[in-house]
């Protein structure tokens, strides 16, 4: 065991489906959008992370960039092993050794994951040279990446809004006790923002110049204590074909967001009306804690405040915090074996 140990190099991976961020050494050494382009003509895959994402909206018929994994699980299992194998080659402490280290990993999975799916992820790290492979559920590892000690006799209640989807639960005694997992998170955002900018401003804007409204004036609410200028948008005109720029406030973003919006609130009052009482009783008094991208969405936390009555903290690094729990368990396996799933 003692030179197996010696050989083998540990990483805590969260398989995220906007972004793939890996931990080693307790650093965090890839953070990639997870997505990788294609040549159509050799099957060969010329680009993984940044690099495909700037082609993203912007190939030729040779050339296909695809997201292997959709929903938070993966859809697409030869790319989605080529990207993870290609993101870990790249780590720079791991490209110094002179064969292929073999690897201790804790992986992320959502919480409303198939036994089928989990066999995908688990094969997905055993095909890239992993010998021991731990999988972890999402709102777990982000609530251990946000500091709570989740084994604790006491509830705390997370939502982590990704990508694909948004995961809610209570957590007690190192257990989720009661979550649910909507498909209502950051790409939906995105696509309502195309959808309003073409039945309202007649603009045809791609995936890219979406996710770049959402973020720099995407809004949660109408009325933001301070809220970010207008944003002037490049597309194309749907009736004249011609290219058109239009200028567009946070309030129209917050509009087109609503209906997406009231869903993640339902299933947050769903899960609550879920929880056992004296749980809700330490909730009532902790709060929520908020946590991956979605929820940097500006005036989010308010509008769930409002909606819940209970304060609603964002983690900080929002983006890392699901990694970095994944990493602490990764650390700590014996204190957290129970949590993993084998």
Not at 117 to 142: C, D, F, Q, T
Not at 195 to 222: C, D, F, P, W
Request: hydrophobic content about 40%; proline content about 4%.
């Amino acid at each position: 065991m003692g030179f197996f140990d010696f050989m083998t190099e540990e990483i805590a991976i969260d398989l995220g489906t906007a972004n793939t961020l890996i931990i080693h050494l307790d650093k965090v050494v890839v953070d990639s959008p997870s997505i990788v382009a294609r040549d159509r003509v050799s099957g060969k895959i010329i680009a993984v992370g940044r690099e495909a994402n700037m082609m993203q909206g912007k190939t030729h018929e040779n050339i296909k960039t695809i997201r292997p994994l959709k929903d938070g699980v993966i859809a697409d299992f030869d790319a989605s092993e080529k990207m993870i194998n290609m993101f870990i080659k790249n780590i720079p402490a791991l490209k110094k050794k002179w064969f292929p280290p073999a690897l201790r990993m804790v992986i992320c999975i959502p919480s409303g994951i198939t036994e089928v799916e989990m066999r995908a992820v688990r094969e997905s790290a055993e095909r890239v040279n992993g010998k021991e492979v731990y999988l972890i559920h999402e709102p777990m590892a982000a609530a251990i990446g946000i500091g709570l000690d989740i084994m604790q006799p006491k509830g705390n209640m997370i939502v982590d809004i990704g990508g694909g989807t948004t995961e809610i639960a209570v957590i007690a005694l190192g257990g989720i006790v009661c979550d649910k997992s909507v498909k209502i998170a950051g790409d939906v955002f995105t696509n309502d923002i195309i959808y309003y900018m073409r039945t309202q401003h007649n603009l045809y804007v791609g995936e890219s110049t979406a996710e770049a409204i959402k973020i720099e004036i995407g809004s949660a609410t109408e009325d933001l204590k301070s809220p970010p200028d207008d944003k002037s948008i490049q597309g194309r005109d749907l009736l004249t074909g011609k290219p058109k720029q239009v200028h567009v406030s946070y309030r129209e973003i917050a509009k087109a967001l609503d209906k997406s919006i009231l869903r993640v609130e339902d299933a947050v009052m769903e899960t609550l009306s879920q929880t056992p009482p004296e749980l809700a009783a330490d909730i009532y008094n902790t709060g929520i804690y908020l946590a991956g991208g979605g929820s940097m969405l500006r005036g989010l936390d308010r509008r769930l405040s409002q909606k819940t009555d209970l304060p609603v903290y964002i983690a900080e690094d929002p983006l890392r915090a699901v990694v970095r729990g994944t990493g602490i368990a990764l650390k700590n396996l014996e204190r957290y074996k129970s949590i993993l799933i084998k």
